[in-house]
C-alpha cells in the first residue's frame, strides 16, 4: 500500500531527484485536506452498520429472490456473510480514503474478488447494486447531508456545518474507490 507520501517518494527515486515541484505540491494538498479526509474517513466509519444494512436491504428488495429459499442470501448464514462482505468493502474503501490511495483497496480487497464470487455463485449485479447504494451514503455522509426523510430516528450528522464544494473532492474520490470495486464485479 502507498499512501501519498510513500508515492512522492517512489517517484522522486524512480527519477534520482530529490522531491520537488509537483510531487510537493501534491504533498501539500494532500496535507491541506488532512482533517476533511479524517471527518470524511470518521463519517463512513461512524455510519458503516447502518449504510451496510440499508445497502444490502436496498440490494434485496430490488431482487427478492436473493432471500427466497435458494437465492444467495438465503439462509441466515448467507445473509451474513453478504452483510459480513459489504462491510469489508466498505471498510477498504475507508482504508483508500484515509491513504489518499487505491492501492491498499486493489490489493488486499479487489484482487480475485469478482473470481471468488463467480466460483461460489454470488449475483454481482447485485453485489455492484449494493456497493452503489453504499457509494451514495458514503457521497451524503461525507457532505454531511444524509436525508432525514429515510433515515429518520437513525440519522446521525457530524455536526459540523460543510460548504456544498469544500467536499466536493472527497466525495469524488470516495465515488472513485467505490466505482473501482464495481468495476472489478463487471
Known sequence: MLDAFSRAVVSADSKTAPI????????RSFIASGNRRLDAVNA??????CMVSDAVAGMICENTGLIQAGG??????????CLRDAEIILRYVSYALLAGDASVLDDRCLNGLKETYTA???PLQST????????AQA???IQDNPSEALAGAKLRKMGTPVVEDRCASLVAESSSYFDRV?????
Open 20 to 27: 520537488g515541484g509537483d510531487d510537493l505540491n501534491q504533498l
Open 182 to 186: 464495481i468495476a472489478a464485479l463487471s
Open 120 to 122: 461460489l455463485g454470488v
Open 44 to 49: 463512513i466509519a461512524s455510519n458503516a452498520s
Open 128 to 135: 455492484a447494486r449494493a456497493v452503489a447504494i453504499m457509494k
Open 72 to 81: 444467495n442470501c438465503y439462509p441466515n448464514r448467507r445473509m451474513a456473510a
Open 139 to 141: 457521497a451524503a455522509h
